[in-house]
């Protein structure tokens, strides 16, 4: 009984540890992005941030243009998984056969394990020309690009994720459902997905979290030009995102230059906005399962 309850005692003790770490580093980590990039805020007027050009060399540090291109890109990278994973995933759930499924998540999920460089280099040689041919671009290099390849790798998480909160549904639910009549799209559509809406929309948000972050694949295939987008052309155009920025010039800067505080400048801009995106989805998520508590109370 003794050596139940310290096993009880230690086991509850080191799940809290883990929980707590896992704030604490984030913490950390916000903390020591405060300390390198604070300096810029003191160096670089907030007049010169606010511009559309990104020139470190001449002391032009516009952070506009990275903005906008994190921003283009990931939305159509968004545009792009979205339907099509949550597609995939309410497919592999409702619609095949318990022996297809075995097979389709084990692939889907290896498909979200593939190195970004891999997929930089395909589109590289594969999807890049292709665009430039068949849109008549002058390069392939475009957001558009970017947001394809970013689209592709967020689908995988998008369906694993989603799949799973689908298969969580209880089965009376689609059994009542179609017991009253319900087709079954009807009891897909207005049943099962209702149901799992918090599950779905957590993997929405991963899988638009990965499209934010993602650094390589972007570097790779978005043409790297830090040019403010303006009207739905600049899809079309080359763009340069924020982690592109940090990635490439974060090895060439002096430690303790203007520029290299920017640059970490930069990285408090993007993990604010990532942490807002997560804070939305969180206040959905749990006004979506206040909303069914009542309706069930």
């Known amino acids: 009984m003794k050596t139940g309850g310290f096993k009880e005692i230690f086991i ?10 896992a704030i604490i580093f984030v913490g950390m980590i916000f903390i020591f992005l405060i300390k390198e990039g604070s300096p810029a805020l003191v160096r670089v007027s907030l007049e010169n941030f606010l511009q ?23 939305a159509g990278a968004a545009i792009f998984s ?12 409702e619609v095949t056969p318990r022996w297809a499924r075995e097979i389709l998540k084990p692939l889907v999920e290896i498909l979200g394990g593939l190195p970004s460089v891999m997929l930089g280099f395909i589109g590289i040689l594969v999807i890049i020309p ?16 970017g947001s394809l ?15 799973d909160a689908l298969d969580a549904v209880p089965k009376t639910y689609r059994e009542a459902a179609l017991a009253m009549g319900a087709t079954r799209w009807q009891t897909i559509w207005r049943v ?10 957590t993997a929405v948000m ?6 934010i972050g993602e650094t390589m694949t972007v570097m790779m295939v978005t043409g790297n030009a830090a040019v403010f987008p303006t009207g739905l052309g600049a899809l079309f155009k080359p763009v340069r995102t ?11 800067v002096a430690s303790g230059s203007t520029h290299y505080h920017v640059l970490f400048f930069i990285g408090i801009v993007l993990f604010l906005i990532s942490l807002t995106v997560n804070l939305i989805a969180a206040s959905v998520v749990f006004r979506q399962r206040k909303r069914a508590e009542r309706i069930l109370s």
């Open 242 to 252: 924020m982690t592109a920025t940090i990635a490439a010039e974060m090895g060439e």
């Open 192 to 201: 099962t997905l209702p149901a799992a809406k918090s599950g779905v929309l």
């Open 149 to 163: 390849i970013l689209g592709g790798m967020a689908i995988p998480t998008i369906v694993s994720v989603a799949e």
């Open 52 to 74: 559309i050009r990104w020139y470190p060399i001449e002391d032009r540090f516009g952070i506009l243009p990275l903005i906008g291109g994190s921003l283009i890109v990931t």
């Open 82 to 93: 979205v339907p099509l994973g949550l597609a995939s995933a309410v497919y592999i759930a």
């Open 130 to 145: 292709a665009l430039r041919e068949a849109l008549n671009l002058p390069t392939g290099l475009t957001a558009f690009a």
């Open 206 to 211: 991963l899988g638009v979290g990965r499209a």
């Open 12 to 21: 509850t003790s080191l799940i809290k540890v883990c929980g707590y770490s």
